[in-house]
């Protein structure tokens, strides 16, 4: 039987920790060789990170009343014996949540007051203040206690239309999606704008992210929301109602929000909610199975989705089943299919990117190691040959070749000017590339475009103001790529040169593929443009809007841009420490060349005893390539064993398949 996306995740988990065991192994056996220069102590500490930072989040998305908290129930806590999440009849999560793991944060509720809407500070501005949000306690051992806190997030309060539309719930040019005007003249709005739940759940502290949003208004209203939380998610659940299928409200949230040219297929999974509502016992099993199925083929046609993406469940049952462990009720729930359509889809989707990402980095820490053993290898050849000439030779011939090491040694010294001029052009070049990557033009454009939505009558120019934008950026791009190409030529060269001239094996690292940052750029810019299309241009007639537009895209942006200039910079290390390394190995092989010859000189056995050596030293070389060879295969090769009983294990697993 297939795992289930939660014992699939468990081994993911497992995948990760056996890892990073390897990797703080793989660091501690070259540093013991003196093999971790600082591009490949670079290279474990990136590998180290990915690993520990790795995230997968899974958005649930959903109008109200679709029954999202209880499938989240339904799927992650079944194991407390009861709801956590609230999910009760009519509105349940009103704010956007966030749940998560964060060591460094004691398992707590963080509630942003709705009130932060007013100011332009975009939402991960407000995650550097922490005093500004709103802190609950929680006790992980208590579900009572958790089900009480979270219920929090369901809080409202009703203002005037005035106040709700200064928060971005009410506009006047599209009243047919404003919320119901109560009798008294007043409108529900969140008491919350945002809320981040910390808990140590095993899945959780894995790496798994479970974002809750509320229903079209609400997303509609935070832009960061949609352009940025969304469109990272790694998988979407969207959910709907099994009886009511394809609303118009669930249309406009699927086109408006959820589904771009870009969004990839497979991590779009739409679950009919509520299935339980069919089962009619005037209806033959076999007649409401065949309502279900129409429903379904019909809902799949609307969204434009193959039919398997469309899973038919009641999360409901399925909670009811896991707590009463009613395994009969939990297969007629079909809750197991959509785990493992989750299982499959998302985790075996990321299990294959982040596998690739590794095995590359991999590739190219070993290919930085194995280099260092290479220049120590052929340091060894040459004073092989060089002693083995001396075979037979008398005093006045050592004495000139000891003459001639030290002339090699006097010129090698004041090359030193030379290499350093190099240096200087490659940092010159360099400084213009950190200068296209760096915050400073990422800052200059953002306010070059905010003062472009505040011109008056930007309604219908506000594609084209964004547009000019993306083409100033990617024009950027294009031309750091530019100046990159012309430092690895001038790179190549001049290593070319340094090899001829004084033996060396430098090699130009690979250049950054700065391409891959401008399809990075397409997507923020596709998804943006989506947003505005939706009728949302009209709200940027409202400052306060507009400048909450921009910093959300400026968030986004930069972290498209610190990963541009990350692997900038690790070129470029990669580059300083092949140089460096190679410097330091020829001027300890000049030593030891001169302390051979020393030996030489006081014994006659010390020249029979030098090569004895030096086929040793040749020996360990071999072994440590090889080991070097297997300790990185091991890396890449860790399978992704385990079995069911390895999630059983978990206490807060049990029954969540």
Same mark, same amino acid.
């Given at each position: 039987?297939?795992?289930?996306?939660?014992?699939?995740?468990?081994?993911?988990?497992?995948?990760?920790?056996?890892?990073?065991?390897?990797?703080?192994?793989?660091?501690?056996?070259?540093?013991?060789?003196?093999?971790?220069?600082?591009?490949?102590?670079?290279?474990?500490?990136?590998?180290?990170?990915?690993?520990?930072?790795?995230?997968?989040?899974?958005?649930?998305?959903?109008?109200?009343?679709?029954?999202?908290?209880?499938?989240?129930?339904?799927?992650?806590?079944?194991?407390?014996?009861?709801?956590?999440?609230?999910?009760?009849?009519?509105?349940?999560?009103?704010?956007?949540?966030?749940?998560?793991?964060?060591?460094?944060?004691?398992?707590?509720?963080?509630?942003?007051?709705?009130?932060?809407?007013?100011?332009?500070?975009?939402?991960?501005?407000?995650?550097?203040?922490?005093?500004?949000?709103?802190?609950?306690?929680?006790?992980?051992?208590?579900?009572?206690?958790?089900?009480? =806190?979270?219920?929090?997030? =369901?809080?409202?309060?009703?203002?005037?239309?005035?106040?709700?539309?200064?928060?971005?719930?009410?506009?006047?040019?599209?009243?047919?999606?404003?919320?119901?005007?109560?009798?008294?003249?007043?409108?529900?709005?969140?008491?919350?704008?945002?809320?981040?739940?910390?808990?140590?759940?095993?899945?959780?502290?894995?790496?798994?992210?479970?974002?809750?949003?509320?229903?079209?208004?609400?997303?509609?209203?935070?832009?960061?929301?949609?352009?940025?939380?969304?469109?990272?998610?790694?998988?979407?659940?969207?959910?709907?109602?099994?009886?009511?299928?394809?609303?118009?409200?669930?249309?406009?949230?699927?086109?408006?929000?959820?589904?771009?040219?870009?969004?990839?297929?497979?991590?779009?999974?739409?679950?009919l909610n509520k299935i339980d509502t069919?089962?009619?016992?005037?209806?033959?099993?076999?007649?409401?199975?065949?309502?279900?199925?129409?429903?379904?083929?019909?809902?799949?046609?609307?969204?434009?989705?193959?039919?398997?993406?469309?899973?038919?469940?009641?999360?409901?049952?399925?909670?009811?089943?896991?707590?009463n462990d009613d395994a009969e009720l939990?297969?007629?729930?079909?809750?197991?299919?959509?785990?493992?359509?989750?299982?499959?889809?998302?985790?075996?989707?990321?299990?294959?990117?982040?596998?690739?990402?590794?095995?590359?980095?991999?590739?190219?820490?070993?290919?930085?190691?194995?280099?260092?053993?290479?220049?120590?290898?052929?340091?060894?050849?040459?004073?092989?040959?060089?002693?083995?000439?001396?075979?037979?030779?008398?005093?006045?011939?050592?004495?000139?070749?000891?003459?001639?090491?030290?002339?090699?040694?006097?010129?090698?010294?004041?090359?030193?000017?030379?290499?350093h001029a190099v240096r200087s052009v490659?940092?010159?070049?360099?400084?213009?590339?950190?200068?296209?990557?760096?915050?400073?033009?990422?800052?200059?454009?953002?306010?070059?475009?905010?003062?472009?939505?505040?011109?008056?009558?930007?309604?219908?120019?506000?594609?084209? =103001?964004?547009?000019?934008?993306?083409?100033?950026?990617?024009?950027?791009?294009?031309?750091?790529?530019?100046?990159?190409?012309?430092?690895?030529?001038?790179?190549?060269?001049?290593?070319?040169?340094?090899?001829?001239?004084?033996?060396?094996?430098?090699?130009?690292?690979?250049?950054?593929?700065?391409?891959?940052?401008?399809?990075?750029?397409?997507?923020?810019?596709?998804?943006?443009?989506?947003?505005?299309?939706?009728?949302?241009?009209?709200?940027?007639?409202?400052?306060?809007?507009?400048?909450?537009?921009?910093?959300?895209?400026?968030?986004?942006?930069?972290?498209?841009?610190?990963?541009?200039?990350?692997?900038?910079?690790?070129?470029?290390?990669?580059?300083?420490?092949?140089?460096?390394?190679?410097?330091?190995?020829?001027?300890?092989?000049?030593?030891?060349?001169?302390?051979?010859?020393?030996?030489?000189?006081?014994?006659?056995?010390?020249?029979?005893?030098?090569?004895?050596?030096?086929?040793?030293?040749?020996?360990?070389?071999?072994?440590?390539?090889?080991?070097?060879?297997?300790?990185?295969?091991?890396?890449?090769?860790?399978?992704?064993?385990?079995?069911?009983?390895?999630?059983?294990?978990?206490?807060?697993?049990?029954?969540?398949?």
């Amino acid at each position: 039987m297939a795992n289930s996306f939660n014992e699939q995740f468990d081994l993911h988990g497992a995948w990760r920790r056996e890892f990073a065991l390897r990797l703080k192994l793989l660091a501690e056996w070259l540093k013991d060789h003196d093999l971790l220069d600082s591009a490949v102590e670079e290279r474990l500490r990136r590998l180290e990170t990915q690993m520990r930072s790795d995230k997968v989040m899974v958005a649930f998305v959903a109008e109200f009343s679709r029954g999202k908290s209880e499938l989240i129930n339904a799927i992650f806590f079944a194991g407390y014996k009861r709801r956590i999440m609230p999910a009760s009849a009519g509105r349940t999560t009103m704010c956007p949540t966030e749940l998560g793991y964060d060591p460094e944060v004691p398992p707590c509720l963080r509630l942003l007051p709705i009130e932060t809407r007013l100011q332009p500070q975009p939402l991960m501005e407000w995650r550097m203040v922490p005093e500004k949000w709103t802190r609950v306690d929680l006790d992980v051992n208590d579900p009572a206690q958790l089900a009480q =806190a979270f219920e929090k997030v =369901a809080e409202i309060r009703r203002v005037t239309p005035e106040e709700a539309k200064a928060l971005g719930f009410w506009h006047d040019e599209s009243p047919e999606d404003n919320p119901l005007l109560g009798a008294d003249g007043l409108i529900e709005v969140p008491c919350w704008r945002h809320a981040l739940i910390n808990i140590a759940h095993p899945l959780l502290r894995q790496g798994l992210v479970i974002l809750d949003t509320p229903g079209l208004n609400a997303i509609g209203a935070e832009p960061e929301l949609t352009v940025n939380l969304i469109p990272q998610a790694h998988a979407v659940v969207f959910i709907l109602a099994a009886d009511t299928g394809v609303t118009k409200s669930d249309l406009s949230i699927w086109r408006e929000h959820l589904i771009t040219e870009d969004s990839e297929a497979d991590s779009r999974l739409v679950v009919l909610n509520k299935i339980d509502t069919m089962w009619d016992s005037l209806s033959t099993p076999a007649q409401v199975e065949a309502q279900i199925e129409r429903q379904r083929s019909t809902t799949a046609d609307i969204l434009g989705l193959r039919e398997e993406q469309v899973i038919p469940v009641s999360a409901q049952k399925g909670l009811v089943a896991k707590v009463n462990d009613d395994a009969e009720l939990l297969q007629k729930s079909r809750l197991p299919a959509l785990e493992q359509s989750l299982s499959q889809g998302v985790m075996g989707q990321r299990q294959k990117i982040l596998r690739s990402a590794v095995s590359g980095s991999i590739t190219e820490l070993r290919a930085e190691a194995a280099r260092l053993i290479n220049i120590r290898r052929r340091d060894l050849a040459e004073q092989m040959v060089e002693l083995k000439g001396l075979r037979g030779k008398n005093i006045s011939v050592i004495k000139h070749m000891r003459a001639r090491i030290e002339q090699e040694q006097a010129d090698f010294d004041a090359s030193g000017a030379k290499i350093h001029a190099v240096r200087s052009v490659h940092l010159r070049l360099l400084k213009d590339v950190f200068n296209l990557l760096g915050t400073g033009t990422l800052k200059t454009e953002m306010a070059e475009l905010t003062k472009a939505l505040r011109t008056p009558g930007i309604k219908l120019g506000v594609k084209k =103001a964004y547009g000019a934008t993306f083409e100033r950026l990617r024009a950027g791009l294009g031309k750091a790529q530019v100046t990159s190409g012309e430092i690895q030529s001038m790179l190549t060269g001049t290593f070319r040169q340094l090899n001829a001239e004084y033996g060396f094996s430098l090699q130009a690292p690979r250049e950054p593929e700065l391409a891959r940052y401008e399809r990075d750029l397409d997507l923020v810019e596709r998804s943006h443009m989506q947003y505005l299309g939706v009728g949302n241009a009209l709200r940027l007639a409202q400052p306060e809007f507009a400048d909450r537009l921009v910093r959300a895209l400026a968030t986004r942006l930069r972290v498209v841009y610190e990963s541009a200039l990350g692997e900038v910079e690790l070129w470029n290390k990669s580059a300083a420490a092949q140089l460096d390394a190679q410097l330091r190995e020829r001027r300890r092989n000049f030593g030891r060349r001169l302390e051979a010859i020393e030996r030489i000189q006081q014994a006659a056995s010390g020249l029979d005893q030098r090569i004895a050596e030096i086929e040793a030293q040749e020996a360990a070389l071999d072994e440590l390539d090889a080991k070097l060879g297997e300790l990185t295969s091991h890396l890449i090769d860790i399978p992704l064993h385990g079995s069911r009983a390895a999630a059983s294990q978990q206490p807060w697993l049990k029954n969540a398949a």
